[in-house]
Nanobody, 125 residues
């Protein structure tokens, strides 16, 4: 059974940094793409970043240059380093893994097979 557990959320002032972690278990981790999504109150969940099985990272325009996603296949882990945080980054952040088939880059919810429970990030102005 695939499980994803996020950690590292919290409260920070604008301009600050946080690092989210996601621990994965279950099927072979290295063959799946992995991603971060977020959902702010009253808004739909949106894609933030993903890392495919070859280690190539993709970013939403809203976070490009501020966030860095990485994965450690030896530890079955995914990370999101968030710098220069803004109040509009406030949301629940979800770790996700891609569907087993077809192979994809985890660029949309349709690509996702598994979700974590989420971790809250609050950025105050």
């Amino acid at each position: 059974q695939v499980q994803l557990v996020e950690s590292g959320g919290g409260s920070v002032q604008a301009g600050g940094s946080l690092r989210l972690s996601c621990a994965a278990s279950g099927r072979t981790y290295s063959i799946d793409c992995v991603a971060w999504f977020r959902q702010a109150p009253g808004k739909e969940r949106e894609w933030v970043s993903s890392v495919n099985s070859r280690g190539i990272a993709y970013y939403a325009d809203s976070v490009k240059g501020r966030f860095t996603a990485s994965r450690d296949n030896a530890k079955n882990a995914l990370y999101l380093q968030m710098n220069t945080l803004k109040p509009e980054d406030t949301a629940t952040y979800y770790c996700a893994r891609g569907r087993a088939w077809p192979p994809n880059n985890c660029l949309s919810e349709a690509d996702i097979g598994y979700w974590g429970q989420g971790t809250q990030v609050t950025v105050s102005s």
